[in-house]
């Protein structure tokens, strides 16, 4: 079973940036399929960006597209989720998960994934 450790969460102003970062411990990250997920309170878990185990290909919900980034480092063990242009309703806990597969249908699921940090919080001042 892998551990995988959110940080970089924080306080911002609108309009600011933040940028979190995931690692995995166990097992190396390039054995995985990787995404970032938020939940907000009162609100489902949903998905905000994926990532291929090779960084070539990734995704994002439609909220933030042209606003975050996903990259990951191999190399490192280490996924990151660069948030640009952030607004009030982007406050949340992000989480980092990982899967041992996903497919182009299956990306966006909660249920696709096998592994789960514990999140951070992100909090967006209007």
């Known amino acids: 079973q892998v551990h995988v450790v959110e940080s970089g969460g924080g306080l911002v102003q609108a309009g600011g940036s933040l940028r979190l970062s995931c690692r995995t411990s166990t097992h190396p990250l390039r054995w995985y399929d990787m995404a970032w997920f938020r939940q907000a309170p009162g609100k489902e878990r949903e998905f905000v960006a994926a990532?291929?185990?090779?960084?070539?290909?990734?995704a994002y919900t439609a909220s933030v597209k042209g606003r975050f980034t996903i990259s990951r480092d191999n190399a490192k063990n280490m996924m990151y989720l660069q948030m640009n242009g952030l607004k009030f309703e982007d406050t949340a806990v992000y989480y980092c998960?990982?899967?041992?597969?996903?497919?182009?249908?299956?990306?966006?699921?909660?249920?696709?994934?096998?592994?789960w940090g514990q999140g951070t919080q992100v909090a967006v001042s209007s």
């Open positions: 990532i291929s185990r090779s960084g070539s290909n990734s």
């Open positions: 998960a990982a899967a041992y597969k996903t497919g182009e249908s299956t990306l966006s699921a909660v249920t696709s994934y096998d592994f």
